[in-house]
T-cell receptor, first 115, second 116 residues
Framework: DAGVTQSPTHLIKTRGQQVTLRCSPKSGHDTVSWYQQALGQGPQFIFQYYEEEERQRGNFPDRFSGHQFPNYSSELNVNALLLGDSALYLC??????????????FGPGTRLTVL | AQTVTQSQPEMSVQEAETVTLSCTYDTSESNYYLFWYKQPPSRQMILVIRQEAYKQQNATENRFSVNFQKAAKSFSLKISDSQLGDTAMYFCAFMKPNFGNEKLTFGTGTRLTIIP
């Protein structure tokens, strides 16, 4: 059973460009959450997708947008990249109504560097 | 809003010794979950242990155990018989259950090094 996968592993972009990161959830999971982890910091919640809709959002600007596909995979898009967007982007998947709480399983992340 | 604080940026301990990582949190919720995650150099975030706030008994997973003090809003992780493979960043995290609509709030992490 494949866990959460993310692509690409590493990415280098320049300021002002746009980037798309991809995530495939663990088998049986229908919810995808995205987190940004700046160097030396803990992950910060960006947003969560369920049933192809953004269900909740953290304190991130509209430059950050996402999408979820019918097969539950997800994309994170960042427009007009800033140097401060350089970070490790983590995807986590969970099952919406599996139990009393829904454990999030993390992927290996995409390291984005903005020059 | 919930906050999670880890006041030890770095720690090191000799192999086979015991180490305790500290975490405090702030919330007005009565029902919640607390977690310790491990992030090795491979970057994959791995769940180490979970504690449900309504359970008074401290969680234990093999060499890992927690000291959960709800009134003090404290949640420390004890690693016994530490091994080289325990070297990693450790994050304390908070989650309010919300019918699948949950998010994790993380602390800033503690870098743990196990010395051979």
């Amino acid at each position: 059973d494949a866990g959460v996968t993310q692509s690409p592993t590493h990415l280098i972009k320049t300021r002002g460009q746009q980037v798309t990161l991809r995530c495939s959830p663990k088998s049986g999971h229908d919810t995808v959450s995205w987190y940004q982890q700046a160097l030396g910091q803990g992950p910060q919640f960006i947003f969560q997708y369920y049933e192809e809709e953004e269900r909740q959002r953290g304190n991130f600007p509209d430059r950050f947008s996402g999408h979820q596909f019918p097969n539950y995979s997800s994309e994170l898009n960042v427009n007009a990249l800033l140097l401060g967007d350089s970070a490790l982007y983590l995807c986590a998947s969970s099952q919406a109504f599996g139990s009393s709480y829904n454990e999030q399983f993390f992927g290996p992340g995409t390291r984005l560097t903005v020059l | 809003a919930q906050t999670v604080t880890q006041s030890q940026p770095e720690m090191s301990v000799q192999e086979a010794e015991t180490v305790t990582l500290s975490c405090t949190y702030d919330t007005s919720e009565s029902n919640y979950y607390l977690f310790w995650y491990k992030q090795p150099p491979s970057r994959q975030m791995i769940l180490v242990i979970r504690q449900e706030a309504y359970k008074q008994q401290n969680a234990t997973e093999n060499r890992f155990s927690v000291n959960f003090q709800k009134a003090a809003k404290s949640f420390s992780l004890k690693i016994s018989d530490s091994q080289l493979g325990d070297t990693a960043m450790y994050f304390c995290a908070f989650m309010k259950p919300n019918f699948g609509n949950e998010k994790l709030t993380f602390g800033t992490g503690t870098r743990l090094t196990i010395i051979p």
